[in-house]
């Protein structure tokens, strides 16, 4: 984002330089072809006034002609003085000429020749005004002559005349030429020009108006993280502050106002000011902190306490990170929080803690009463009712042999009772860790170990090929013996005990029992039997430890194997489901996690 | 051996254990001699006295006062002067942390006190006759706690 912004200013220095650039350009080449035009146009004038004042030398030329004329036919003196005026004129006009045709040698060599002629010209004009008035025209050779002499001069004046009028022409042409070309370059090279800047000038707008777009979002993100922050430091009792290690000046958010107990921003906030909130205990520690801060640049967790106006002791926790701007300003950015309640609820909770270690102490305590103290004075009731039987007996009446066979029972009974709920209880604590287990393995050693029950009841047992998995060996083998020494405890008479154990790998959300555990795989296991089978709806209970679907006399069993298994798998991560029909047969289902 | 009877030891401070116990051997048609302790300082003692015949197997029980099964173990495995002697643990419990300890310790096979006379008779008749040598010989985890 910084950087972004970084590129785009610069594009716009870039575009702003190249505008700029380009309007000095174009300003200078306006302003040279507009000297150029200007010139051009002075020049144009330059070539009219030639030509006007050619025409008028011509114009004077004849006029004087015309008044010599006027005299030699009627000798009357009044013809004289427009004479003079008008060669007066030509003198001006001539001087005028060579004035206006001083800076081309060509105009100049041709009014030199002109000058000659019109001077010989002009004595021979001259020589006929001072005639006499008995001076006959008609007889004298010699002005007849000159006259004639003059007559051709006049036409050389003519032709010189025209022949200056068509070099300024010419260079008239010229002009006019050049003139039209930069008139006619002179608009496209502006427009061109003007209409590149304004294309510069509508693609920096462009930048800009994006860049200002993306500014005012980046403002609104600004602006609603800076609403989230000031939310989550209310509600997680925390506040920042800002330490500038250039000027050593602190600006502090308005919850850190708020976790000393005073109104937002009531105070100046500098280290002395802090100090007066800070545990009287604590003020060495803390302006240690302050010290190192500085000299560090960073600020571990710190924790200290500090006293609210209210005279409230709250345990806060500082943490700072040294953050350096584009700018070079190296400021700390820290956060305090007050953690009095965390901390309390720490204590709470180690407090707990401490109170549950202490429970499973006494249970495993109660564990070994059960195993040790529990079982000696049951197996000496055992072994006295043993001894009674081998050595007593014939001496017993009927009834004496009939209740110790009660007392037999009641006693083995116990017996597995308390080995029951010791393998309940040892199997609660899942401390041996996941082992590489073939259930193949697991499988015939319980087998081996039902070997004769299943004999005695002739049952058949079915199974598929069973996985490896990660699994606590011991375990596996008790929920595999249990789930079929139930199957075979709970089987009919009538019939011979089917039991098949089949394997299939699946994903939890393909069962209706694993639904919400989706794309998690499983080893799913079933038990099916032929048995008793129960009523559905007792399907959850008869997992809880001493429950029974039957009376003891029927059945025995604790209540505890089924229990067993469950634990069993959950210790594994696992489930077991029981579905059953009464009179049908049941399925155990066993869930591991893959 | 130079007796023409096997001289056993048992100490166990449950008085209907050392009853049972010499019952036992009485029982049993092997020459024997016992004698029983209440707790394994009054057997550390016994087997201290310079006048005493040591015995050829020692029955140890766990849990007993004073100086309980373990403590006198590791006595017994400590004295050079009592290394012939076999060593039997003779517990109620059956824990493994129990067998594990014993085993590592030196005993010479843990045996779980039966509920019954007639397991008890066969396995001390085991102990004493049948399978001792094999015992002894090849010592290892698997036969060390004596199953019925």
């Not at chain 1, 055992?382 to 042999?401: A, Y």
């Not at chain 2, 099964?69 to 590791?74: D, S």
């Amino acid at each position: 984002m910084k950087n972004l912004k970084l590129k785009s200013t610069f594009y716009h220095k870039i575009i702003f330089a190249i505008s700029l650039l380009i309007l000095l350009v174009v300003g200078v080449i306006t302003i040279k072809h507009i000297n150029s035009i200007s010139a051009s146009s002075k020049l144009l004038m330059h070539t009219y006034e030639v030509n006007l004042e050619l025409e008028h030398l011509y114009s004077y030329i004849k006029d004087s002609e015309n008044s010599i004329r006027g005299y030699l036919i009627s000798r009357d003196t009044v013809y004289l003085k427009p004479y003079r005026d008008d060669i007066k004129q030509v003198n001006k006009s001539f001087e005028l000429l060579q004035e206006l045709t001083k800076d081309s040698p060509k105009q100049q060599k041709n009014l030199d020749f002109l000058y000659k002629i019109i001077n010989t010209r002009n004595l021979y004009m001259s020589s006929y005004s001072n005639f006499n008035n008995n001076f006959d025209v008609t007889q004298n050779i010699t002005f007849k002559k000159n006259f004639n002499e003059s007559g051709l001069l006049l036409a050389a004046i003519r032709i010189k005349l025209n022949e200056m009028v068509t070099i300024e022409e010419s260079f008239l042409k010229q002009r006019n030429f050049n003139y039209n070309s930069q008139i006619y370059l002179t608009p496209i090279l502006t427009l061109s020009i003007l209409f590149l800047t304004l294309l510069l000038l509508v693609f920096a707008y462009y930048q800009t108006t994006k860049d200002v777009e993306k500014l005012q979002a980046y403002n609104f993100k600004l602006n609603k993280s800076h609403f989230l922050s000031y939310q989550a430091e209310i509600l997680s009792e925390f506040g920042t502050w800002d330490l500038n290690l250039n000027t050593n000046t602190i600006v502090c958010s308005d919850n850190l106002y708020r976790i000393l107990g005073v109104a937002p921003q009531s105070f100046q906030a500098s280290q002395k000011n802090f100090l007066k909130f800070i545990h009287p205990e604590d003020i060495p520690f803390v302006t240690r902190i302050f010290d190192k801060i500085v000299a560090d640049e960073n600020l571990p967790n710190s924790y200290f306490r500090i006293i609210k106006p209210d005279g409230a002791v709250r345990l806060v926790r500082s943490v700072g990170k040294l953050f350096v701007d584009q700018l070079g300003n190296r400021t700390i950015l820290g956060v305090t929080s007050d953690i009095t309640n965390e901390r309390r609820k720490t204590e709470l909770l180690e407090e707990r803690n401490q109170e549950l270690e202490q429970r499973i102490k006494e249970l495993n305590e109660f564990n070994h009463v059960a195993s040790h103290d529990l079982q000696e004075p049951l197996r000496k009731i055992q072994t006295f009712i043993s001894r009674i039987n081998e050595k007593e007996k014939e001496n017993l009446s009927n009834f004496g042999i009939e209740y110790l066979s009660r007392i037999e029972n009641a006693a083995n009974r116990m017996r597995t009772l308390i080995n029951d709920l010791l393998q309940y209880s040892r199997t609660s604590r899942p401390e041996k860790n996941l082992e590489i287990t073939d259930l193949n393995e697991i499988l015939n050693d319980s087998l081996t170990e039902l070997s004769q029950n299943i004999e005695n009841k002739k049952a058949i047992i079915n199974h598929e090929i069973l996985p490896t998995i990660e699994a606590i060996p011991f375990q596996m083998q008790q929920l595999f013996s249990n789930m079929l020494s139930n199957s075979l405890k709970y089987s009919k008479l009538t019939s011979t005990p089917v039991i098949d154990i089949n394997y299939t790998e699946i994903t939890a959300k393909n069962e209706p029992h694993l639904v919400e555990y989706g794309q998690k795989k499983y080893h799913k296991i079933t038990f099916t039997d032929n048995g008793i089978g129960f009523n559905q709806e007792h399907a959850d209970k008869i997992f809880l430890l001493f429950n029974r679907l039957h009376g003891k006399s029927e059945y025995n069993g604790t209540g505890v194997g089924l229990a067993i298994c469950k634990k069993i798998a959950e210790n594994h991560k696992g489930f077991i489901f029981a579905d059953s029909k009464l009179d049908e047969g049941s399925t155990f289902t066993v869930f591991i996690p893959v | 051996m130079q007796h023409d009877y096997i001289l056993i030891t048992l100490a166990d401070d449950d008085e209907d254990d050392r009853l049972f116990f010499t019952d036992a051997f009485d029982e049993l048609k092997v020459n024997t001699v016992v004698n029983t302790f209440k707790n394994g300082l009054e057997l550390m003692d016994f087997l201290n006295h310079s006048e005493t015949v040591l015995p050829n197997i020692i029955f140890l029980d766990l849990n007993m006062p004073i100086l309980n099964g373990i403590e006198c173990l590791k006595e017994i495995k400590k004295n050079d002067k009592f290394k012939d002697i076999a060593i039997a643990i003779y517990s109620t419990s059956s824990s493994e942390q129990d067998i594990e300890n014993t085993f590592v310790l030196g005993a010479n096979i843990y045996i779980k006190k039966p509920s019954d006379f007639n397991e008890l008779k066969k396995i001390l008749a085991d102990v004493v006759i049948i399978n001792w040598q094999y015992h002894t010989n090849g010592l290892n985890k698997d036969n060390f706690l004596l199953r019925l």
